[in-house]
């Protein structure tokens, strides 16, 4: 029987450090990285793609603005009722729907939110609308990002029109 207390808390001291020390080992117990807990620069990286997309499109630019999305096959974009698979299907895509000037109109994103699920994750929920001389489409979408190493890409996109 231990009389001294003060040994007794340098054995429960002792005792939680080793105890850490193996969680830790045996990866039952994780440090945080703290490069991953900084999110404020990847959500302005996210929100500067879709500005990106913005000014290219109303620059009549759709290759421009396919530019935020990223090249591969696995690319999905949703609306209507149909889904694109691939960055080239979607690029033919909008030139079908938007094949020339005033079909494009101006287009305007009203970001709601940005989340970062992690350090390569995150979402963009927003509504868009298109601005043209006999009317003004509307309506929501849903960005999955991704970050690569050309930057934040879009690799799933889920959009839809508000009933006029």
């Known amino acids: 029987m231990m009389k ?3 040994n007794l808390l340098i054995f429960a001291v ?21 490069s991953k807990l900084s999110v404020s620069d990847s959500r302005d990286d996210m929100r500067a793609v879709l500005a990106a997309q913005q000014k290219a499109w109303n620059a009549g630019d759709i290759e421009g603005f396919m530019q935020g999305y990223a090249q ?5 974009f949703a609306s209507g009722g149909d889904i694109t698979y691939g960055w080239g299907a979607t690029l033919d895509r909008y030139q079908r729907r938007y094949s020339d000037r005033s079909k494009m109109g101006t287009l305007t994103f009203d970001i709601l939110s940005v989340e970062q699920m992690n350090a390569g994750r995150g979402l963009i929920f927003g509504k ?3 601005q043209r001389e006999a009317d003004a489409p509307s309506g929501l979408f849903t960005l999955h990002m991704v970050k690569t ?7 799933s996109d889920h959009t839809s029109s508000a009933s006029n």
Do not use: E, F, Y
């Not at 591969?72 to 999905?76: G, P």
């Not at 190493?149 to 690799?155: A, E, S, T, Y």
């Open 149 to 155: 190493k050309d930057g934040w890409k879009i690799v």
């Open 14 to 34: 002792i005792g939680g450090v080793v105890g850490l020390g193996l969680g830790i080992a045996i990866g039952r117990l994780s440090v945080p990285d703290r």
């Open 4 to 6: 001294n207390p003060r």
């Open 128 to 130: 868009w609308i298109l």
């Open 72 to 76: 591969r096959d696995t690319l999905r």
